[in-house]
């Protein structure tokens, strides 16, 4: 399978009270371009992605343009290094911050600008020499201002998609891996990107919901019961809590491999965002009941917290399903 590849990339340096312009695209070698792919690819397949949209000003139209070429790269990263200065400009908590930006070709996704907000730290190398009396010392050195390594977590990103080819319904995806509270979102996604997420905490959950629902209907006939029920158990748990990771719910499932390949497939189609906060208002809708369709306009609606109550399934010899109902009560409706 053919790789991403860097086309061009640009930084520049924030200080709380100084912002340094790079005037020139960064010089790219194999390890450089190794390294930012890292970071493209560490954004794209973050738990923590969501889908967002343009609201409209100058941050849309300069990514835009800065795939044309080099030149329209860094001319658009300056205007975006101006725009997050002017934001941090002041905040003691700010040390030091580097805003790269970066247009990659992918192969099945199209061209593609990156928007990084890295945070540099200092780092601790070994050191190895000898003392006076020959004996072997090893000994740690401060390095100061170190880049994030490709095995940190993305703090703050933005991957937008070429608007002209790509067949994405969104604009960009974004990661705050710091966007817990109002104020810290708005920060990144609002003042600085000039967007806003394209679906709400209950537009997530309910399509988390359609997404577990479809996956458990194609499985349904050729796994065993129990899978089924463990993928139930697994989605009352997530409803009930306060937040969902799909990639840590499909983990933890009691299923076969193929079994979490589906999940992923429907969910990847389903839900943009994988990390994102439940609406207990459509969980309690969903943990209220369920609702069976079956063969010659069958139709089962069952309490969901009685459900193994009453129901039994089973494998038939013919591979069809055996549904047991168990009841005292059995009414026909008139």
């Known amino acids: 399978m053919a790789e991403p590849i860097l086309r061009h990339a640009a930084a520049h340096v924030l200080h709380r009270d100084e912002l340094t312009l790079s005037h020139r695209l960064l010089d790219q070698t194999d390890e450089v371009d190794r390294y930012l ?66 247009a990659f070709d992918d192969p099945e996704e199209g061209a593609q600008i990156g928007v990084f907000k890295l945070d540099p730290s200092d780092g601790l190398r070994p050191k190895v020499h000898e003392d006076r009396g020959g004996v072997t010392v090893v000994e740690f050195e401060i390095t100061k201002d170190v880049m994030p390594t490709s095995r940190e977590a993305l703090q703050k990103s933005a991957i937008i998609p070429d608007a002209s080819s790509s067949s994405s319904e969104y604009d960009l995806f974004v990661v705050d891996s710091q966007s817990r509270g109002q104020a810290v979102a708005q920060f990144f996604l609002v003042d600085f990107l000039q967007a806003e997420y394209a679906l709400t905490d209950a537009e997530r959950t309910n399509r988390f919901v359609r997404a577990v629902t479809r996956a458990k209907n194609t499985l349904g006939p050729n796994v065993p019961p129990a899978e089924i029920l463990s993928i139930d158990a697994g989605l009352r748990a997530a409803l009930r809590s306060d937040h969902v990771s799909a990639e840590h719910f499909v983990d933890q499932l009691a299923v076969s491999d193929e079994s979490s390949g589906v999940l992923r497939t429907e969910l990847e189609e389903q839900l943009p965002d994988w990390d994102f906060d439940v609406d207990h208002g459509v969980a309690e809708r969903a943990l209220r009941k369920k609702i069976f369709k079956g063969d010659h306009g069958l139709k089962v609606e069952v309490p969901a917290n009685h459900f193994e109550d009453l129901i039994d399934i089973t494998m038939a010899d013919d591979g069809r399903r055996v549904i047991t109902i168990t009841t005292q009560k059995w009414d026909e409706q008139g």
Do not use: H, N, P
């Open 37 to 102: 792919l890292s970071y493209f690819g560490a954004a794209r397949s973050s738990s923590r992605k969501r889908a967002a949209i343009f609201t409209g000003g100058e941050v849309s139209d300069r990514c835009s343009s800065a795939l044309a070429s080099g030149e329209a790269l860094l001319e658009a990263s300056q205007l975006l290094a101006k725009r997050l200065f002017a934001l941090v400009s002041g905040d003691m908590r700010i040390s030091l911050s580097v805003l790269l930006m970066c």
